[in-house]
């Protein structure tokens, strides 16, 4: 090998709206090179997905030199079997017991890994980012879903059948809101970005003409957990309980998890987590109320530190993992 | 050494009422033999406590012959160190950073090891018991207290300061019944025996003569987990109404073990799971509704198989472990 020569792993963050591709350097270290996103574009159909996939893995390897790229890690939405690299059930991208990893490895000719995104979110941040250095680490990801991940002793915990990491549907409220699962009171039946949004709507007052209601001109159906927040921050009475409400679910779903793991971090990520803190000062406060101290003490709760890359190098990590070893 | 000769080790289990103490096979696969049980007496002091431990121990020592005794396996309440072996707290037995362990081992001149009692239950079952060959197993011990552990690929997780598996200070209903630890909506605020007595004393309209009140004469403080149950049994609405809500509380716990873990099995022990299916049944209805097929499908609920021996076991298990290597 050339003396300074940078070798390469392309990672993949698939998303039901977004599909993200990078170069990592396979000794880490640095920020992924030349990211593209491009969109999902679902409706197009899982084969125009595929294709759309590989053309911008192409073009990576292709920018890069064949020869400086190892492989390829592909982090998408569960659940998915890391071990056969076949996807389950992906209802958004229409993908029902799809080889995705051997596919994408027989079209770009390159060696691949396959994992869950929520996993790769926390693996990424593990190797890469707020959680470097942790021996025992869970990720958790707030977005149009809540997903969450373990690490131990830099591997990834994947548990019995690919499951393990499933903070989004551990319920927190016995005889609580339905969950789209089947299950009542999962996290994620409160606190992902549709159902933050769908509170916020039923607690306004029929007719009531609120800031929430203003922003969106009185059409509900618009409001998001985004303008949610805003709706907060101007002072929204219904906004600003729903958003306290979803801290406290938060913080009693961390909570468990420290119960349950005892990890020196939690690490939060996803597009909910962008309220920064606004939403991790109360959900510090909480957890602190609801864990013993000796836990509390050795347990960091933080916010992701790689941003929309997270998933990208978190790919390019388990893939590193897999073929090179533990970094 | 001598063909034949059987080398033991003494495992101990401490209790808030008894203290049990047994002979285990270092080599495993049979039961304990001529296990002691005393009352713990922790009113007499700590002091007294650890002279009727060491009396127990060495009387089991003799009957084997020093010379064929590998060591002492210990188990406590916790929270406690196994790295240091001293004990944080244990507010029954009057111990606040009490070196349980070292002085255990000088007083009996042996090597010995401490653990948590919880997680000596699920040790033992994963060894000799219900457990055997999963690679993953949770243990939930339902008595006084609840109690939990992880052991994965034969190692008990304790997390960054001892205190994984806390199963019972999971909040399973956030906005729920306050828990001594600080913490509301616990699985052991609704679950563990006493517990258990005291929402169904709750439940009884004042001056009621049903089937529960009569069982104790109309004194309700005699009322315990066991006579609620008879009382279930023999048709007392009240009664029956707080088990059907124990084991949804129950099943909603397995339920979040299986989102996190993933695991092949959660075995579930001590005196309150004694009711045996009358409660695992519903729990296992209960957290099939609440948990994806394709992890329910790998995973079994049982009842551990050890009765009064898995902390026993356990314990020695604990012990066989860190100075023999894993079975």
Redesign the interface.
Known sequence: MTVGRTRWIVGVDIGGTNLRVGRVPLEGGAPPVAVRRRSTRPASGSGQVLERIVAMIRESVAEAGRDNIAGIGLGAPG?LDPESGVV?ETPNLGWRDYPLRDLVAEACGLPATLDNDANCFTYGEWWMGAGRGC??LVGITLGTGIG?G?V?DGEI???????????G????????RRCA?????CVEAYASGPAIAARAVEAIPAGSDCILASLVDGDLDGVTAEIVSQAAAAGDRYAGEVLRDTA??LA?AV??????????AVVIGGGVANAGERLLGPIRREVG????G??M???RILRGELGESAGVIGAAGVFRRAHHGCP
Chains 1, 2 share one sequence.
């Open positions: 659940p389950a021996r025992r969450g373990i131990i915990q994947h548990g019995a059948s690919g499951g393990a990491g499933e903070v549907h551990m319920s927190v409220d016995v005889r609580g699962c089947g299950s009542r009171g406290g679910i009693t909570a468990n998890v420290i119960h349950l793991v005892n990890p020196e109320r609801r864990v013993f000796a836990h003490r050795v347990c």
